[in-house]
T-cell receptor, first 114, second 114 residues
Framework: NAGVTQTPKFRVLKTGQSMTLLCAQD?????MYWYRQDPGMGLRLIHY???????AKGEVPDGYNVSRLKKQNFLLGLESAAPSQTSVYFC?????????????FGPGTRLTVL | AQKVTQAQTEISVVEKEDVTLDCVYE???????LFWYKQPPSGELVFLIR??????QNEISGRYSWNFQKSTSSFNFTITASQVVDSAVYFC???????????FGSGTKLNVKP
């Protein structure tokens, strides 16, 4: 099993450009999450999904959109990138009934917005 | 509202010293889960332990031990006889009963010097 994978690993954008980050998991997990990690601030939840076709806002959703058309994929979109969105983005997944909430994380995507 | 506080931003110790990382949480829910994750310099997030609010039993795993005290809303992590490989950022996290959202502390960077 590959676990949780994220594409791409690195990306540099110019202000105003758009992009989509892909998270894929092969563990048949129900819940998926997108976080951003900034220095000194830990991980902050952007959006999450509790099942295929459902999404919800987390702590810092502004400027981001998400979609979960397939159970195994969770996409994070930036429609018009801003320098404040420079961060490391992590995706995670769980099945609540198993493992009591232990999150499986992807390796992260380092995004720089110039 | 939920909140996790890791007041220690950075700790430096010499190898073989014991070190305790503090975590204080806030929640009004009676059912919740607490977690510790390790983020080594390579950047991935590694799950260490999970505790639910009904189980205040302390846990020891090798050189690691965890002290969960509901009376002080704390879930502290102790490394005994620290090693250079323990150098990492450690995050404490909280989720309430449905695992829809996770709340992370800002992390404690541990430097273990030889």
């Amino acid at each position: 099993n590959a676990g949780v994978t994220q594409t791409p690993k690195f990306r540099v954008l110019k202000t105003g450009q758009s992009m989509t980050l892909l998270c894929a998991q092969d563990m048949n997990h129900e819940y998926m999450y997108w976080y951003r990690q900034d220095p000194g601030m830990g991980l902050r939840l952007i959006h999450y999904s509790v099942g295929e076709g459902t999404t919800a806002k987390g702590e810092v959703p502004d400027g981001y959109n998400v979609s979960r058309l397939k159970k195994q994929n969770f996409l994070l979109g930036l429609e018009s990138a801003a320098p404040s969105q420079t961060s490391v983005y992590f995706c995670a997944s769980i099945t609540p009934a198993e493992g009591w909430g232990e999150q499986f994380f992807g390796p992260g995507t380092r995004l720089t917005v110039l | 509202a939920q909140k996790v506080t890791q007041a220690q931003t950075e700790i430096s110790v010499v190898e073989k010293e014991d070190v305790t990382l503090d975590c204080v949480y806030e929640t009004r829910d009676t059912t919740y889960y607490l977690f510790w994750y390790k983020q080594p310099p390579s950047g991935e997030l590694v799950f260490l332990i999970r505790r639910n609010s009904f189980d205040e039993q302390n846990e020891i795993s090798g050189r690691y031990s965890w002290n969960f005290q509901k009376s002080t809303s704390s879930f502290n992590f102790t490394i005994t006889a620290s090693q250079v490989v323990d150098s990492a950022v450690y995050f404490c996290a909280l989720s309430v009963y449905n695992f829809n959202k996770f709340y992370f502390g800002s992390g404690t960077k541990l430097n273990v010097k030889p």
